[in-house]
């Protein structure tokens, strides 16, 4: 996992050389460095700041702003809930209370060992699934907290079985 102060600092230098310099590049900017460190390192965004003509408050401004961003660490899974409609007349609502439990934290947090971070989303376009959960690229549909206990425990046990 990317930890502060250990990010190659020289993805954002060919990020912006890519999409240039001027305020209307943020959003790409921002989305480009969430897709190469999984959220927004600190560090990331000074350098962005450097760069280009896009102030710091413009920058922490757009990152805050829109849902989409995150600017802390995230897990080696991110565990996404869907609360669309469907999903949540489906359930969702318990099913997150139960894996909050299970994992001793909050939507948004992440587990002391870097494993999971817990996300609440809208509606992902698989509503004929609901409710469902997205676990990196896998979709689990069709779920209740039993059923979303066990997709955790499995993606534990994968991972000390040695990923
Ligand atoms: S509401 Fe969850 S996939 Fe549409």
């Known amino acids: 996992m990317a930890l502060a102060g250990e990010i190659d600092i020289s993805k954002v230098d060919e990020i912006v050389k890519e999409l240039g310099t001027g305020p209307e590049q943020a959003i790409p900017i921002l989305q480009r460095i969430q897709g190469e460190f999984r959220y927004l390192p600190p560090e990331a965004l000074d350098r962005v700041c450097e760069l280009t003509e896009i102030t710091p408050s413009q920058l922490y401004g757009v990152a805050t702003f829109y849902s989409q961003f995150r600017l802390k660490p995230v897990g080696k899974y991110i565990i996404k809930v869907c609360h669309g409609t469907a999903c949540h007349v489906g359930g969702a609502v318990t099913i997150t209370d139960t894996l909050e439990d299970e994992l001793g934290i909050k939507t948004g947090g992440t587990t002391s060992d870097g494993l999971f971070t817990l996300e609440?989303?809208?509606?992902?376009?698989?509503?004929?699934?609901?409710?469902i959960v997205v676990i990196e690229d896998e979709t689990f549909g069709k779920l209740d907290p039993k059923k979303a206990l066990q997709i955790v425990n499995d993606f534990r046990e994968r991972e000390q079985q040695g990923g």
């Open 120 to 131: 609440s989303v809208a509606c992902l376009g698989a509503c004929s699934l609901a409710p």
